[in-house]
């Protein structure tokens, strides 16, 4: 996996599975910012492959989200309004991973969304957001696309 900015990258970080993560430190305006790109269960919620993936990902966080500014964005195959998919556990285990690294999901109110984009409250916090959707047709893929504005 990769992850192409137009920032300067600061620095990368080694993550549990390459096919599935990639970790960056970019330059930002307001200063550096981690990017954590991610797949959970690249077959969708099937065992053991998710699972796996789940603790991988928890595993990466634990290593690298502490003391930093961060954008985790991704394919997380987890629902976290509507019904819970692939189970309630999956969505808890999120949920208090984000509480305790500070992290917002900006898209958790989009029923049905699995793929999703979460910041560290400090980045958001006070500030308009703004998340639009596309390919809502799913012509391009089988997820929607999400576009977050954030205002500086």
């Given at each position: 996996m990769r992850i192409l900015t137009k920032y300067k990258v600061?620095?990368?970080?080694e993550t549990y599975d390459p096919y599935t993560t990639a970790c960056i430190e970019i330059e930002m305006p307001f200063g550096p910012l981690t990017v954590y790109g991610s797949i959970i269960g690249v077959f969708g919620n099937r065992p053991p492959r998710f699972d796996n993936d789940l603790?991988?990902?928890?595993?990466?966080?634990e290593k690298i989200f502490p003391g930093r500014q961060v954008c985790l964005i991704g394919d997380l195959n987890v629902t976290f309004s509507g019904q819970s998919w692939p189970s309630q556990k999956a969505r808890q285990t999120?949920?208090?991973?984000?509480?305790?690294?500070?992290?917002?999901?900006?898209?958790?109110?989009?029923?049905?969304?699995?793929?999703?984009?979460?910041l560290?409250?400090?980045?958001?916090?006070?500030?308009?957001?703004?998340?639009?959707?596309?390919?809502?047709?799913?012509?391009?893929?089988?997820?929607?696309?999400?576009?977050?504005?954030?205002?500086?």
């Open positions: 600061l620095s990368r970080h603790y991988g990902h928890l595993s990466d966080f999120l949920l208090e991973a984000f509480e305790k690294f500070g992290l917002t999901n900006t898209t958790a109110s989009i029923v049905g969304a699995v793929d999703h984009i979460v560290s409250y400090d980045l958001v916090k006070n500030k308009p957001l703004n998340v639009k959707t596309w390919n809502t047709d799913k012509k391009l893929s089988d997820h929607e696309g999400f576009l977050l504005t954030l205002a500086y």
